[in-house]
Each structure stands twice: as C-alpha cells, then as structure tokens.
C-alpha cells in the first residue's frame, strides 16, 4: 500500500503565495507521475499540474506562469508553488500518483490519492 499526504494549505490574502507538499510513503518502487488536482464547491476535480517520472510538466491554463511543480525524488515528494494567488484558486488541492510496488516477483502499477488540503484564497 501507498499513502499520499498533502500539507501547506491555508488561508492567503489574494496576490500571496503557498507551497503544498506531497510526500508519498509505503511500498513504493517507483513513482511514475505525480499530479495536483483541485475541487471547488459544487464544481468537478480539475488537474492543476503534472510531472512525470523523466520531469516533464503540464498545467492547466489558470494557473500557467503562476504555479509551479516541482519534485525530490530522493524524498518521494511533489511540491506545488503557488504564486500570485487569486480567489478563484480557493480549492481542495488533492495530490494524485502512479507509483509501481513489488507483489512478490510482480510489479503493478496504481493510483493514488491523499485525503487534499484546503487552500483559501480572500482577502
């Protein structure tokens, strides 16, 4: 088993910045891809950004030039950087990942979720 736990949300004033963190702990071969999704009430799960194992990243529009995803795969963590945050950023940011774990002499990969960090964003 694989366990996600986010950490860094909070309350910002608009203009301000946060960093997440995601640290991925268990039985862990490999993390293939790490991804930030967010939730806004009564609106659908979008992805906020994404890197792979080689370090490629993508991000949705709204947050391109102000986010920014970064990861230590020493620590098996991802890390979200969020500047000049808006209101319109206030979510649950949940972390996602593929990671592939050893099942005697198998291997398979799944993916995770952590249980998200709230990020508010008023003034």
């Known amino acids: 088993q694989v366990q996600l736990v986010e950490s860094g949300g909070g309350l910002v004033q608009p203009g301000g910045s946060l960093r997440l963190s995601c640290a991925a702990s268990g039985s862990i071969f490999s993390i293939n891809y790490m991804g930030w999704y967010r939730q806004a009430p009564g609106q659908e799960r979008e992805l906020v950004a994404g890197i792979t194992s080689g370090g490629s990243t993508n991000y949705t529009d709204s947050v391109k030039g102000r986010f920014t995803i970064s990861k230590d795969n020493a620590k098996n963590t991802a890390y979200l950087q969020m500047n000049s945050l808006k209101p319109e950023d206030t979510a649950v940011y949940y972390c996602?990942?593929?990671?592939?774990?050893?099942?005697?002499?198998?291997?398979?990969?799944?993916?995770?979720w952590g249980q998200g960090t709230q990020v508010n964003v008023s003034s």
């Open positions: 996602n990942a593929d990671v592939r774990s050893w099942y005697g002499i198998h291997s398979m990969v799944a993916n995770y």
